[in-house]
């Protein structure tokens, strides 16, 4: 079984009389790049902050790295790196200089990580430069190093690519695929974008108005957009023989209810159901389906909005 890296279980979070978060079960594996997808004031901030230890539940636990008592949890609070809204930035230094002082705050020895952080971000070569200076792009990148200065297991990043020019949101990306991939780094990063996440992300959790919708990987958000033939006959096993022999095609799948989606021939539907039809099978149902990233996550949303 994988190591899970946060577990949440029945996180609530309360302020007055309204709920921000409700009964939210989150599961992170060790080495996953976790897309958390809301819409603006779903709660995704407030969760992070719950984790991040900035704020506290109102009912409901926290396990990070396996552990869940309160002295636990701060000593693996440590073990993090997070940019939560703006990173705090000294604007009059170099970024040489706010990573000192961030580094004499959390108390880190020596000052190699400062110069190989830099590095890694791709500020080495600011030199003198003051932080006030610098594009957004550059100050995003310099929060990002400041998270990654006690070099951290786990990385929560909450909004990222806000305010970003598309350059900055495609450097920003590799550079986190790139820390999950070389230094196995697990990632938690919000947003309310489903497309920039499908670009980055291993997993995804949807949340909408404080309640987690759903769970799910990037294969299976994949399998639901996929377009495809969606088939019912009265026989399954016959149609998935027909398909194979008289349309000489393996590009489909014969789920549990019987239902095959077939994913060629989406521009001849015609002649599939006249294959099905000659062959002696009775069509129950004929249809293309599957949706755009944008389109699902609406779908979901306007679901639970209607019930």
């Keep these: ?104 705050q959390k108390g880190i020895p020596g000052k190699d990580c400062i110069k190989n952080t830099l590095e ?20 995003q990148r310099l929060g990002l190093a400041i998270s990654l200065l006690s070099d951290p297991e786990f990385l929560i990043l909450d909004e990222p690519t806000n305010g970003l020019d598309p350059m900055g949101i495609v450097e920003l990306r590799e550079l986190i695929k790139k820390l999950n991939q070389e230094k196995g780094l697990t990632v938690l990063i919000s947003s309310h974008i489903l497309s920039e996440l499908h670009q980055l992300a291993t997993c995804y959790g949807i949340i909408h108005k404080g309640r987690l919708l759903e769970e799910l990987s990037a294969k299976e958000l994949d399998e639901k957009c996929r377009q495809h033939l969606r088939i019912k006959v009265d026989n399954p096993p016959m149609g998935a023989t027909v398909l194979e022999n008289n349309l000489s095609t393996t590009n489909f799948e014969v789920m549990a209810d019987g239902t095959i989606k077939l994913y060629n021939y989406l521009d001849d539907v015609r002649e599939v159901s006249r294959t099905l039809t000659n062959n002696g099978l009775i069509i129950e149902h004929l249809s293309q389906t599957g949706d755009s990233l944008e389109n699902y996550f609406s779908k979901l949303v306007g679901g639970v909005d209607h019930e």
């Design 1 to 104: 079984m994988s190591e899970y890296i946060l577990k949440t279980k029945e996180l609530s979070k309360k302020y007055k009389n309204d709920f921000a978060l409700k009964k939210i079960n989150v599961t992170i594996r060790k080495g996953e790049i976790y897309g958390f997808i809301g819409q603006n004031g779903a709660g995704k901030s407030t969760l992070l902050r719950l984790v991040t230890g900035l704020a506290f539940p109102s009912d409901g636990t926290i396990e990070l790295f396996g552990n869940d008592s309160p002295n636990q949890l701060t000593e693996a609070q440590k073990r993090m790196g997070a940019v939560i809204e703006n990173p705090a930035l000294f604007p009059n230094m170099s970024a040489y200089e706010n990573l000192e002082v961030h580094r004499l």
């Design 120 to 139: 890694l971000v791709g500020l080495r070569d600011t030199g003198k430069k003051k932080v006030k200076n610098f594009s957004l792009g550059m100050k």
